[in-house]
């Protein structure tokens, strides 16, 4: 053990061993705190989805609600950027404004559809197919931040044309702390310049392996993040779906598990509860530092589990405070081990 004192690891008095600096820093969520906001970009879709194990033909989701459920669980409010149509349904809105998701910044436009997308996943659950993008209102989506959102202390910028990124942190009179942007291999092949212009005002991307080799042109996840991190974010978070994500800041690198679990039914949203569950760890502990990060990427990866466990973002509604902390214990006995050193 003194070796470990020696290391400063904080040692647990109890059983005299170190503390898993995981379940050192997961703090209870108390209710009642007040939270600063976080305002989230994304879109509001319908979705049609077919996986191995069924199909959907239409049922709500986009990426910036299956941030907006996520984090709900963890902050509120969540002051939400987005644009439906005049189909979107009101019991939807409702449920989400009765989580804490403000809609002062979304747009319903009241002779036009929602965004449509279609995909079917392979049998390795891994990879999909688009088979339709309706963009509908998403066509013409000029985001506004209104001014009840002037204040945020966090932006999450939800995948989605670079351009509307960029035009929504430029927007804002007060930077926000930390902005967080998710995007995809789409926009690296039609919008690279755009992208590049976005990369350089943010803090921490998101992507997932293939897209962070694509915008790195290097195989070596490590040669991509350093290139990467040149690009402009101070953090790269790396979702590697089933095998967990990496996380690279300066010269550190965490990596987090991610649970095996008995059925994946629909992987869509995943990488967004991802996302939501990383926010709003962050909001609720209002600390950006690379170590409290490590945190909030095992809450995303908790909201990532619970989202691919049904079609859609209803596993994400269904979840209460009890489940999260329960599932938040079965990451830490995951990867918390003792090691002898012979
Ligand atoms: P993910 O599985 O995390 O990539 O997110 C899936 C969600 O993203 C779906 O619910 C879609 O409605 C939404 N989506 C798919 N393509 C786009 C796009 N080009 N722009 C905005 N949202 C999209």
Redesign the pocket.
């Given at each position: 053990m003194k070796d470990f004192q020696l290391q400063g690891l904080p040692i647990n008095q109890l059983t005299n061993k170190p503390i898993n600096q995981l379940t050192a820093t997961f703090a209870p969520f108390k209710k009642n705190k007040i939270f600063m906001a976080i305002i989230s970009l994304g879109?509001m879709?319908f979705?049609a989805i077919e996986t191995p194990f069924g199909k959907v033909d239409k049922i709500v989701?986009?990426?910036g609600t299956?941030v907006a459920y996520a984090a709900s669980h963890l902050t509120q409010p969540i002051q939400q950027i987005s644009i439906v149509g005049n189909d979107f349904p009101e019991d939807e809105i409702s449920e989400l404004k009765k989580r804490g998701v403000q809609f002062d910044g979304v747009e319903i436009v009241p002779d036009q559809k929602s965004?449509f997308?279609s995909g079917k996943y392979h049998l390795d659950m891994n990879t999909r197919d688009t088979l339709i993008?309706d963009l509908n209102v998403l066509a013409n989506f000029n985001p506004k931040v209104p001014e009840s959102y002037q204040n945020a202390e966090y932006l999450m910028l939800g995948?989605?044309m670079p351009i509307l990124q960029l035009s929504v942190i430029e927007q804002l009179r007060k930077r926000p702390d930390l902005i967080v942007l998710d995007t995809m291999n789409?926009w690296m092949a039609i919008a690279m310049e755009d992208l590049k212009k976005v990369l350089l005002k943010i803090d921490v991307l998101l992507i997932n392996d293939s897209e962070a080799r694509e915008l790195s042109n290097e195989y070596s996840l490590v040669k991509a993040a350093k290139k990467i991190l040149q690009m402009g974010p101070k953090f790269l978070i790396i979702k590697k779906g089933e095998h967990g994500a990496l996380l690279f800041h300066e010269d550190k690198v965490f990596v987090a598990p991610a649970l095996p679990l008995d059925e994946v039914f629909d992987?869509?949203?995943?990488?967004?509860a991802f996302a939501g569950g990383f926010m709003g760890h962050i909001d609720h502990t209002k600390n950006i530092s690379f170590e409290n990060m490590k945190t909030a990427i095992i809450v995303g990866s908790v909201m990532a589990s619970f989202c691919v466990e049904k079609f859609g973002p209803q596993r994400l509604k269904e979840i209460n405070r009890k489940d999260i902390d329960k599932r938040l214990s079965e990451f830490v006995q995951l990867s918390d081990f003792d090691i002898s050193l012979v």
């Amino acid at each position: 053990m003194k070796d470990f004192q020696l290391q400063g690891l904080p040692i647990n008095q109890l059983t005299n061993k170190p503390i898993n600096q995981l379940t050192a820093t997961f703090a209870p969520f108390k209710k009642n705190k007040i939270f600063m906001a976080i305002i989230s970009l994304g879109s509001m879709a319908f979705d049609a989805i077919e996986t191995p194990f069924g199909k959907v033909d239409k049922i709500v989701g986009g990426s910036g609600t299956y941030v907006a459920y996520a984090a709900s669980h963890l902050t509120q409010p969540i002051q939400q950027i987005s644009i439906v149509g005049n189909d979107f349904p009101e019991d939807e809105i409702s449920e989400l404004k009765k989580r804490g998701v403000q809609f002062d910044g979304v747009e319903i436009v009241p002779d036009q559809k929602s965004f449509f997308w279609s995909g079917k996943y392979h049998l390795d659950m891994n990879t999909r197919d688009t088979l339709i993008t309706d963009l509908n209102v998403l066509a013409n989506f000029n985001p506004k931040v209104p001014e009840s959102y002037q204040n945020a202390e966090y932006l999450m910028l939800g995948n989605l044309m670079p351009i509307l990124q960029l035009s929504v942190i430029e927007q804002l009179r007060k930077r926000p702390d930390l902005i967080v942007l998710d995007t995809m291999n789409y926009w690296m092949a039609i919008a690279m310049e755009d992208l590049k212009k976005v990369l350089l005002k943010i803090d921490v991307l998101l992507i997932n392996d293939s897209e962070a080799r694509e915008l790195s042109n290097e195989y070596s996840l490590v040669k991509a993040a350093k290139k990467i991190l040149q690009m402009g974010p101070k953090f790269l978070i790396i979702k590697k779906g089933e095998h967990g994500a990496l996380l690279f800041h300066e010269d550190k690198v965490f990596v987090a598990p991610a649970l095996p679990l008995d059925e994946v039914f629909d992987p869509t949203g995943a990488g967004d509860a991802f996302a939501g569950g990383f926010m709003g760890h962050i909001d609720h502990t209002k600390n950006i530092s690379f170590e409290n990060m490590k945190t909030a990427i095992i809450v995303g990866s908790v909201m990532a589990s619970f989202c691919v466990e049904k079609f859609g973002p209803q596993r994400l509604k269904e979840i209460n405070r009890k489940d999260i902390d329960k599932r938040l214990s079965e990451f830490v006995q995951l990867s918390d081990f003792d090691i002898s050193l012979v």
